[in-house]
Protein backbone atom coordinates (compact mmCIF):
# COMPACT_ATOMS: atom_id res chain seq x y z
CA UNK A 1 0.00 0.00 0.00
CA UNK A 2 0.90 3.40 -0.83
CA UNK A 3 1.98 5.91 2.10
CA UNK A 4 0.48 9.72 1.34
CA UNK A 5 2.52 12.42 2.38
CA UNK A 6 1.55 14.44 5.39
CA UNK A 7 0.30 17.64 4.27
CA UNK A 8 0.91 21.07 6.23
CA UNK A 9 -3.12 22.68 6.68
CA UNK A 10 -3.93 26.24 8.33
CA UNK A 11 -7.53 26.29 9.85
CA UNK A 12 -9.47 28.76 11.39
CA UNK A 13 -11.14 26.43 14.45
CA UNK A 14 -12.13 29.14 16.74
CA UNK A 15 -10.06 32.57 16.89
CA UNK A 16 -7.18 31.83 15.73
CA UNK A 17 -5.48 30.33 13.19
CA UNK A 18 -3.42 26.95 13.60
CA UNK A 19 -0.99 24.75 11.62
CA UNK A 20 -0.60 21.28 12.07
CA UNK A 21 1.27 18.77 9.94
CA UNK A 22 -1.63 15.59 9.53
CA UNK A 23 -0.99 12.52 7.93
CA UNK A 24 -3.25 9.87 6.69
CA UNK A 25 -4.17 6.82 8.06
CA UNK A 26 -4.45 3.47 6.41
CA UNK A 27 -8.24 4.16 5.07
CA UNK A 28 -7.06 7.77 3.17
CA UNK A 29 -8.18 9.99 6.49
CA UNK A 30 -6.66 12.86 7.49
CA UNK A 31 -5.13 12.00 10.82
CA UNK A 32 -2.98 14.65 13.81
CA UNK A 33 -2.86 16.52 16.63
CA UNK A 34 -5.06 18.65 17.70
CA UNK A 35 -2.61 21.29 18.82
CA UNK A 36 -4.10 22.77 21.74
CA UNK A 37 -6.58 22.27 24.58
CA UNK A 38 -7.82 25.56 23.85
CA UNK A 39 -8.63 24.58 20.45
CA UNK A 40 -10.34 21.41 21.41
CA UNK A 41 -12.37 23.37 24.20
CA UNK A 42 -13.85 25.28 20.87
CA UNK A 43 -14.21 21.80 19.13
CA UNK A 44 -16.38 21.08 21.84
CA UNK A 45 -18.31 23.93 22.85
CA UNK A 46 -19.11 23.88 18.42
CA UNK A 47 -20.41 20.34 19.03
CA UNK A 48 -22.47 20.47 21.82
CA UNK A 49 -24.57 23.27 19.42
CA UNK A 50 -24.29 20.68 16.45
CA UNK A 51 -25.94 17.68 18.50
CA UNK A 52 -28.93 20.10 19.32
CA UNK A 53 -29.34 21.05 16.00
CA UNK A 54 -29.01 17.79 14.93
CA UNK A 55 -31.84 16.43 17.49
CA UNK A 56 -33.79 19.24 15.78
CA UNK A 57 -33.56 18.32 12.07
CA UNK A 58 -33.96 14.78 12.99
CA UNK A 59 -37.01 14.84 14.84
CA UNK A 60 -38.26 18.49 13.65
CA UNK A 61 -38.20 20.05 17.03
CA UNK A 62 -36.85 23.10 18.38
CA UNK A 63 -35.18 22.74 21.77
CA UNK A 64 -33.40 25.59 24.03
CA UNK A 65 -29.96 26.08 23.76
CA UNK A 66 -29.46 25.81 27.86
CA UNK A 67 -28.70 22.80 28.34
CA UNK A 68 -27.64 19.89 30.87
CA UNK A 69 -25.49 16.79 31.11
CA UNK A 70 -24.30 13.98 32.13
CA UNK A 71 -22.11 10.82 31.59
CA UNK A 72 -23.74 7.70 31.31
CA UNK A 73 -21.79 5.77 33.41
CA UNK A 74 -22.85 8.14 36.39
CA UNK A 75 -25.99 9.68 37.44
CA UNK A 76 -24.69 13.30 38.33
CA UNK A 77 -26.30 15.89 36.07
CA UNK A 78 -24.00 19.04 35.25
CA UNK A 79 -25.39 22.11 34.44
CA UNK A 80 -22.11 24.50 34.97
CA UNK A 81 -19.03 23.52 33.16
CA UNK A 82 -20.61 21.01 30.76
CA UNK A 83 -17.54 22.06 27.98
CA UNK A 84 -14.82 21.71 30.70
CA UNK A 85 -16.28 18.16 32.07
CA UNK A 86 -16.45 16.34 28.44
CA UNK A 87 -12.42 17.89 27.58
CA UNK A 88 -11.39 16.83 30.54
CA UNK A 89 -12.29 13.25 30.06
CA UNK A 90 -11.54 13.35 26.03
CA UNK A 91 -8.92 15.34 25.62
CA UNK A 92 -5.54 13.81 27.19
CA UNK A 93 -2.82 15.90 25.23
CA UNK A 94 -2.35 17.08 21.40
CA UNK A 95 -1.62 13.63 20.64
CA UNK A 96 -4.05 11.38 22.53
CA UNK A 97 -7.73 12.02 22.39
CA UNK A 98 -9.82 9.45 23.05
CA UNK A 99 -11.42 9.01 19.49
CA UNK A 100 -15.34 7.39 19.87
CA UNK A 101 -17.33 9.44 22.06
CA UNK A 102 -21.05 8.92 20.98
CA UNK A 103 -22.95 11.79 22.00
CA UNK A 104 -26.41 13.64 21.72
CA UNK A 105 -29.70 14.75 23.33
CA UNK A 106 -30.19 11.82 25.51
CA UNK A 107 -33.55 13.15 27.32
CA UNK A 108 -35.49 16.47 28.78
CA UNK A 109 -34.74 17.63 32.21
CA UNK A 110 -38.16 19.03 34.31
CA UNK A 111 -37.71 22.18 33.16
CA UNK A 112 -37.66 21.51 29.35
CA UNK A 113 -33.70 21.98 28.71
CA UNK A 114 -32.09 19.04 26.78
CA UNK A 115 -30.00 16.83 29.02
CA UNK A 116 -27.21 15.90 26.44
CA UNK A 117 -25.69 12.72 26.92
CA UNK A 118 -22.55 10.77 26.15
CA UNK A 119 -20.31 7.71 26.47
CA UNK A 120 -16.54 7.45 25.96
CA UNK A 121 -16.22 3.99 24.18
CA UNK A 122 -13.60 1.70 24.82
CA UNK A 123 -11.08 2.77 22.12
CA UNK A 124 -7.53 4.13 23.47
CA UNK A 125 -6.75 7.48 22.91
CA UNK A 126 -5.01 8.64 19.37
CA UNK A 127 -4.50 11.63 17.49
CA UNK A 128 -7.73 13.55 16.46
CA UNK A 129 -9.08 11.99 13.26
CA UNK A 130 -12.17 11.23 11.94
CA UNK A 131 -14.24 9.07 13.46
CA UNK A 132 -16.41 5.60 12.20
CA UNK A 133 -19.25 8.12 10.73
CA UNK A 134 -16.98 10.21 8.53
CA UNK A 135 -16.99 12.81 11.15
CA UNK A 136 -13.59 14.79 11.62
CA UNK A 137 -13.26 14.69 15.38
CA UNK A 138 -14.22 11.75 18.14
CA UNK A 139 -18.35 12.70 18.68
CA UNK A 140 -20.45 10.26 16.76
CA UNK A 141 -24.10 11.82 17.07
CA UNK A 142 -26.49 9.98 18.69
CA UNK A 143 -30.21 10.40 19.85
CA UNK A 144 -31.28 9.23 23.05
CA UNK A 145 -34.84 7.04 23.37
CA UNK A 146 -35.88 8.65 26.70
CA UNK A 147 -36.18 11.71 24.00
CA UNK A 148 -37.56 9.95 21.43
CA UNK A 149 -40.17 8.24 23.65
CA UNK A 150 -41.21 11.67 25.13
CA UNK A 151 -41.87 12.87 21.82
CA UNK A 152 -44.16 10.36 21.11
CA UNK A 153 -45.95 10.19 24.50
CA UNK A 154 -44.37 7.27 25.52
CA UNK A 155 -42.95 6.99 29.22
CA UNK A 156 -39.36 5.67 29.19
CA UNK A 157 -39.29 3.09 32.00
CA UNK A 158 -36.43 4.62 34.72
CA UNK A 159 -33.84 1.69 34.56
CA UNK A 160 -30.17 2.35 34.44
CA UNK A 161 -29.59 0.62 31.26
CA UNK A 162 -30.00 3.87 28.11
CA UNK A 163 -30.85 3.03 24.50
CA UNK A 164 -30.25 5.42 21.55
CA UNK A 165 -29.66 6.01 17.84
CA UNK A 166 -27.07 6.26 15.75
CA UNK A 167 -29.08 8.38 13.12
CA UNK A 168 -27.61 7.59 9.18
CA UNK A 169 -25.46 10.62 9.21
CA UNK A 170 -25.28 10.97 5.62
CA UNK A 171 -28.90 10.52 4.89
CA UNK A 172 -30.69 12.30 7.21
CA UNK A 173 -34.06 11.17 7.68
CA UNK A 174 -36.42 12.03 9.83
CA UNK A 175 -38.53 9.03 12.44
Known amino acids: ?58 TGTILPRKMKFRWLDQDALVDEG ?5 VNRVYVDPENIYPCVDIGVGDLAHDGSPIIVANVAGYSAKPFQKNWTGREGPFVFIIGQPYLDKLAG ?5 IRAFSFITPDVKNLKRV
Open 1 to 58: MKTRQPVLVTRQMSDYATNRELGRNESGCIIGPMTAKPEFTAFVERTLQEVIQFTEDY
Open 82 to 86: IVETI
Open 154 to 158: RHSPS
